[in-house]
């Protein structure tokens, strides 16, 4: 007896928490993700470039095929990562958008992907008017990046409330997914129910199976396939199932599980070649299958906190690490403090838009169509929207854009990351006060009384972390930035140009240029302009140093090569480095080097190791100079001095006569002697 046709869908979130810089729109380096450069990246590494091109091995383990996932499993990815994705890791970013492409042509024009609102935020817990713009940025990028309108739209967290579907059903989305605990009534069948909105309107729910997704996400069905296979399609009793439904973090896939991804795919062409079996998307099905059996809902509620919402805004007990004996008190006053700061933003930018944006609100909605394309859509925005009214000027359209993306770090400050994991003090809060920073850094007159404020509200927030007491500690340490983002960019920017012009040092999102005996940088999202005068200081090694002064202002800022923006810092580094290792590298690390004998840093240690033995008979001027060249190239390249270096030097320098010792006393120092 033939069995009956069975539909399956797999479902993967993608999404990671924002870590741009909010003045820069840059991941600095993170060392908690070395070998890479930042989470972003390892977990590109690991998971996104894999899920696009996963590996299908043949018996003898060699490649059969390579499968793009994202053409067979219906997916969402947040636009705040679509950022990075497209900027970053461009062929990751174009193969997701061909796995659309490729499903819709498999399931009658209907595509994988769905879209998500704009930020990560939990919506049961926003306002109203945040939740439309929520959804309206998400779906206006969706609809740039895919070229279609989308039909259904996650939740994050799949966190939900009535009024988070009155407001998607409002905008045209047809569906969403949720967990089986916060469906009432699901069909028995697997298909979708039919909730109707205390607003009167009609959305249909898809709920997934919940033993088998936390299988995957926890269990073991990602170490076989077959088994995996058979565990979709086996009879769970009752009623036979028209569709099984399988929903878990697309990280999943690589990043939580090594190899996952082959896992995936694995089953996929298990699948593919089933007679009784169709892989598709929640869209295809829906057409199919028009939800009909009423359905309630659990609200709020979501996926990831037993109670409810409560994860993101009170100690609940959820934790990341169960085992460590952390309290979460912090998360009720810093979602108090960032509401209030909300508040005080919002007035704000309701009272100076009406004249410059016209309906400062309706703007703020239509700003989702060019808030992910890059500074120069920003600035035709504005310049539109101010042409409209009959209102451009220059100074206009820029606090014009100003005031957009103030409310863009208004919403943004809400991601949920900053209160999933288990500390204040983390980088995930710490992201969030950035975007609060930086809002307002916008705000206009008063901004300093606003800050000073908010930071005192953060005071109530207290901190697992030893070294912070609060909240308000970890705002000025982590999040309000020692030196003015305008400042360090003029700083590397000029910086850049002394050590090496021939190098691109200046920064993406403040470019640079030279005017004079000024430096000018100019915010690429709000066309804000900075002059400043810099001179740099000590070019030729690790203390370099900038010395910035803001025209027609008293005052200098001093910004060292470590506080220079990443770009710059690393630009200039990398040219130090090959300077002083064409200068002071022998004949015999030169060509270890080339030959690929030696590394860089080993051929360094080498070199200062030679020149500290010669110290012993030789002069100290010509040689000390190599060991210092050599020392500022092992610090540039963030390596230790050799510890038989230091030893070898020492017993030359406490051997050696009172005037000569007296020579030696500046190495000494150099190389972490007293």
Known sequence: MSRPLRSVIVHGHFYQPPREDPWFDEVEREPSAAPYHDWNQRVQHECYRAVVAARVLAPDGRISRIVNTLAWIS???????????????????????????????????????????????????????????????????????????????????????????EVLAAEGIRFTVLAPHQVAGAPADG??????????????????????????????????????????????????????????DGETYGHHHAFGEMALAALLVRLEGRSDVRVENFASFLERHPAAKPVTIVAPSSWSC?????????????????????????????REALDWLARELHARYEQEGWELLGDPWTARDAYGTVVGAGGDAVGRFAREALERRGAWTEARAIRARELLEMERDALRMFTSCGWFFDDIGGIEAAQVLKYAARAIALAGPGAEALEASFAQRLAEAPSNDPRYGSGREVYWARAH?????????????????????????????????????????????????????????????????????????????????????????????????????????????????????LGLREAASRALKRAVAS???????????????????????EEAFPFDAQTAFFRIWEGADPVRAGALASIARRLGFA
């Open 75 to 165: 997916f969402d990815v947040g636009a705040t990562l679509c950022e990075w994705l497209e900027r970053e890791a461009r062929p990751t970013y174009e193969a997701m958008l061909e796995g659309d492409r490729l499903s819709r042509m498999r399931c009658g024009g209907h595509g994988n992907a769905m879209a998500m609102p704009y930020h990560h935020v939990i919506l049961p817990l926003a306002s109203r008017r945040d939740k439309v713009t929520e959804v309206r940025w998400g779906i206006a990028d969706f609809r740039r990046r895919f070229g279609r309108d989308p039909v259904g739209m996650w939740l994050p967290e799949t966190a939900v409330d009535d009024e988070t579907l």
């Open 191 to 248: 298909s979708p129910g039919l909730y109707r909105t205390g607003g009167g309107r009609r959305i249909a729910i898809f709920a997934y199976d919940g033993p088998i997704s936390h299988e995957v996400a926890f269990g073991g069905l990602l170490q076989d396939a077959a088994a995996w296979e058979a565990r979709l399609l086996a009879d769970q009793g009752g009623p036979p199932r028209t569709l099984v439904t399988v929903a878990t």
């Open 306 to 334: 037993p109670h409810g919402v409560e994860r993101w805004r009170s100690d609940c007990g959820c934790k990341a690490a169960p085992e460590r004996p952390t309290q979460q008190r912090w998360r009720r006053p810093l």
């Open 481 to 597: 930035p020692p030196v003015a983002p305008a400042a360090r960019a003029a700083a590397g920017y000029a910086a850049a140009r002394a050590v090496a012009p021939e190098i691109e040092g200046g920064s993406r999102c403040y470019p640079g240029r030279a005017e004079g005996d000024e430096v000018v940088v100019t915010h690429c999202r709000t066309g804000r302009a900075h002059r400043f005068r810099v001179t740099v200081l000590d070019p030729e090694g690790p203390g370099l140093v900038a010395v910035v002064q803001a025209v027609g202002r008293e005052g200098e800022i001093r910004v060292p090569l470590a506080q220079l923006p990443e770009q710059a810092a690393s630009a200039i580094r990398g040219s130090l480095r090959r300077r002083l290792a064409r200068r002071w590298l022998g004949p015999g690390e030169l060509e270890a080097l080339g030959s690929g004998e």
């Open 615 to 637: 110290l012993a008979e030789g002069e100290v001027d010509a040689i000390g100079a190599q060991v210092m060249g050599l020392a500022d190239l092992l610090e540039l390249l």
